[in-house]
């Protein structure tokens, strides 16, 4: 069995090492792919692949059909918008991610981002500080609860409105849960987005819902840039000289909004949130073992699409 690490953005050697240490021990063998710049190197490297770890990687159709001895891909990481689930369907791959296994790293670079962001992105300047803030989390899954736990170590006062949670689950964790976005963009200085991209969140992060933010308000975003109406955050920025935006996922007019608004929007070059050697031994590690269990004993606990 020929297991394949594809990683344009590399894990921290310590993660690969430990992964090969699964793979090996299992009796399989690691092929490694990094930093590849052309998809064919992908098509190549997954043609005789059983099983496959990626990370943002772009698992398409077209790769699904190279891969004509795959049976299983394991995205390292918790959004999977980067696999084409139905194509994986058809071509009976099991697809699986790891979730909450690079959380606290994600949560981290967006407490660090509203630091960033409330000092006025370190301009010399005279900032804000978090301690007494409102910070809403916008949806409240495995980065959101780590973003609450470390932002109340900020004194911060914090809200969350998941719409796929009980205020019961929310509160329960000193979190006091809101009702809709509407109401968490309305009540909080700062949002936190932590929703996956689907079909239903594309786009949904718009002019009238940032709007609702206070005066001063600032948007941090290390979840999906699709989620975001960039023409939209466009005219809020053009309308509103006091609202902030930082993003650990470079939206797609960053040249623009970099030109014009560069003194109250940042965005990382690439994707940061998940770029720690806990974060990749966490998530690559637990891939690995997930691998072997698919491969030895047809465990499917982490399976995101359909048989
Ligand atoms: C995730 O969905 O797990 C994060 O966005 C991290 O993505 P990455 O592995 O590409 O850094």
Do not use: W
């Amino acid at each position: 069995m020929k297991i394949l690490i594809a990683t344009d953005k590399p894990f921290a050697k310590i993660a690969v090492d430990g992964i090969r240490k699964e793979i090996e021990n299992a009796g399989y063998e690691l092929a490694l792919l990094e930093k590849y710049t052309e998809k064919q190197q992908l098509l190549d490297a997954i043609a005789d692949a059983n099983a496959v770890i990626i990370r943002s990687d772009i698992i398409d159709a077209e790769v699904l059909a190279a891969a004509k001895q795959l049976k299983i891909v394991v995205r390292a990481g918790a959004g999977y918008d980067n696999v084409d689930l139905d194509a994986a369907t058809q071509a009976g791959v099991c697809v699986m991610n790891t979730p909450g296994q690079n959380s606290n790293a994600v949560a981290e670079l967006a407490l660090g981002l509203a630091v960033y962001a409330v000092r006025n992105l370190y301009n010399g300047s005279s900032g804000t500080e978090l301690l007494g803030k409102k910070l809403g989390i916008h949806a409240y899954g495995n980065v959101g609860r780590n973003v609450a736990r470390i932002a109340k170590g900020f004194g911060m006062e914090v809200y969350a409105y998941d719409p796929f949670l009980t205020a019961e689950a929310i509160e329960k964790e000193g979190v006091k849960a809101l009702s809709s976005a509407e109401e968490l963009y309305s009540t909080c200085n700062m949002v936190s987005l932590h929703i996956p991209a689907t079909a239903e969140t594309k786009n949904s992060i718009n002019y009238t819902l940032l709007n609702k933010l206070p005066k001063g308000g600032l948007l941090i975003n290390t979840a999906r840039k699709e989620v975001i109406n960039e023409a939209e955050l466009l005219q809020l920025f053009a309308d509103r000289t006091d609202f902030k935006y930082v993003s650990d996922v470079m939206p797609s007019a960053h040249a623009e909004l970099a030109e014009k608004y560069a003194d109250r929007y940042f965005s990382t070059p690439k994707k940061m949130g998940a770029q720690t050697a806990e974060a990749n031994i966490n998530a690559g590690i637990a891939a690995a073992k997930q691998i072997v269990d698919f491969l030895k004993n047809g465990n499917e606990k982490f399976r995101v699409n359909n048989k």
